[in-house]
């Protein structure tokens, strides 16, 4: 069966400094990928997604950017963190035409 | 633009009542639709879909939903609900219209079970 990693779990970082968090997937080849931002109130956002290696769509211009480095293997940064990047943030996986979206655990992010 | 509302923002019921949160969109052809739950601090759990057939829908964990075109809705319903349900429901909808789709998620109903 497929699974859907994310890590860090929870992550407090000051404002200005770098951002990397990590989304795998197993048991599965060829996942769409999605990463969602959660903000408290405000229902998901989506914020990237990648159908495959090295594709990477962006939905909403800001300070963050994603890479898909390996095919199960989908990775959000960010160069500077501001406080309005604080958030929960989730990772979801597509598998071909099923229009099905699983997701991640989250992760928890405070920006200070 | 395609839209999914969730009008109730949040719902308290006892445990052992029944349940009933709404979902409407708002789609020019019938979508694909989900129904997610979220307990705090989780991620999102699929708990049924439609994508075509039989109107009515069983899911996980006892939930069921109910599509109802006339009405473009997509409730989702469970007859008794247990302490464990308390957490935050979305509904979801993604054209059905071929090729890559994104999904509309309304804004969630946070549901609170009394005892």
């Known amino acids: ?112 | 633009a395609q839209s999914v509302t969730q009008p109730d923002i949040h719902i308290t019921v006892s445990e052992g009542a029944s349940l009933e949160l709404r979902c409407n969109y708002s789609y020019g052809a019938t979508p694909y639709l989900f129904w997610y739950v979220q307990s705090p601090g989780q991620g999102l759990q699929l708990l049924l879909k439609y994508f075509s057939g039989d109107t009515l829908v069983q899911g996980i964990k006892g939930f069921e939903a109910e599509f109802k075109r006339s009405q473009s809705s997509f409730n989702l319903r469970k007859p008794s609900v247990h302490w464990s349900d308390a957490a935050e429901y979305f509904c979801a909808v993604v054209p059905n219209s071929g090729g890559y789709q994104k999904v509309t998620f309304g804004t969630g109903t946070k549901l609170q079970v009394i005892p």
Do not use: M
Not at chain 1, 37 to 49: K, P, T, V
């Open chain 1, 1 to 112: 069966s497929q699974t859907i990693h994310q890590w860090p779990a929870t992550l407090v970082q000051p404002v200005g400094s770098p951002l990397s968090l990590e989304c795998t997937v197993e048991g599965t080849s060829n996942p769409n990928l999605y990463w969602y931002r959660q903000a408290a109130g405000r229902g998901l956002q989506l914020l990237f997604y990648s159908v495959g290696i090295g594709q990477i769509s962006s939905e909403v211009p800001q300070n963050l950017s994603a890479s898909r480095p390996q095919d199960r293997q989908f990775i959000l940064s960010s160069k500077k963190l501001l406080l309005s990047d604080s958030g929960f943030y989730l990772c979801a996986w597509r598998y071909g035409t099923t229009d099905t979206q699983y997701f991640g655990p989250g992760t928890r992010l405070t920006v200070l």
